[in-house]
């Protein structure tokens, strides 16, 4: 099967649908959270991903735009987003995001927005905090998302490697999971942090457990002209330009 892994829609559109246009053809899609907030298409982001089987699982700001967690816990731009979510939700839309669970398993692979720890908060930026996730994880293999940065943590006999996703992009450089225990971020779609404004996303063969990291253009101007018209905050259109 050829599976889609997203993380980190917000509500980008344009981006969501340059993802779906380059990774075709695919079978399901497994959305690891934040499929809304900062972006200026949170329902037309929910419709088309429940156009295709899929797996999803709730993100902080899922939750916040259902009024699951506190916006005061946001910072003042995330914040403003949030509200102006809040009050574009769909009734079916609200129903989704309120639907989802924090974490979902199938096969030899576990999903969830930030960590195995802490399913909404906690952000998995460095190794020490990989390595005892990955202690925790309840199967072999764990796909998060919530940094916005695509990476790879392995771990094995205590020995724990992080491999930079940029070595895993394209046909000819996918990886294949081995026995040893591992952590996959495919990256943000709407909202790329690591200084590439292209979406990124992964392909992935859970039978086979070959993985596939890319990237894709997709009109930034667009989704910047839409936030602002829709009074969304200028510093969150802005950082689609960086990809920061
Ligand atoms: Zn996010």
Request: with cysteine; hydrophobic share 40%.
């Amino acid at each position: 099967m050829r599976c889609l892994v997203i993380a980190d829609v917000h509500a980008n559109l344009a981006a969501f649908q340059a993802v779906l246009r380059d990774a075709a053809p695919f079978e399901e899609i497994w959305c690891l959270g934040d499929l809304v907030g900062y972006g200026p298409d949170p329902n037309e982001c929910i419709a088309l991903l429940r156009e295709w089987p899929h797996l999803a699982i709730a993100g902080n700001h899922d939750w916040a735009a259902v009024g699951k967690v506190d916006l005061e816990d946001f910072n003042p731009g995330a914040r403003a987003a949030g509200e102006w979510t809040a009050r574009q939700l769909k009734g079916e839309n609200r129903r989704f995001l309120e639907g989802l669970a924090l974490q979902q398993e199938r096969g030899e692979f576990c999903l969830v927005h930030g960590s195995v720890r802490s399913p909404i908060w906690e952000y998995v930026d460095n190794t020490r905090v990989a390595a005892e996730n990955l202690a925790l994880q309840p199967t072999r293999y764990c796909l998060v998302g919530h940094t916005h940065t695509p990476v790879m943590y392995t771990e094995s006999k205590g020995i724990l490697s992080r491999t930079r996703t940029a070595h895993m992009r394209g046909e000819r450089s996918a990886i294949v999971l081995d026995d040893r225990k591992a952590m996959l971020n495919p990256g943000s779609v709407g909202q790329p942090r690591d200084g590439d404004r292209r979406a990124s996303y992964a392909l992935l063969d859970p039978e086979s457990g070959r993985v596939e990291v890319r990237r894709v253009e997709y009109p930034v101007a667009d989704t910047q002209a839409r936030m602002r018209s829709a009074g969304l905050p200028d510093r969150n259109a802005l950082r689609l330009s960086l990809g920061r």
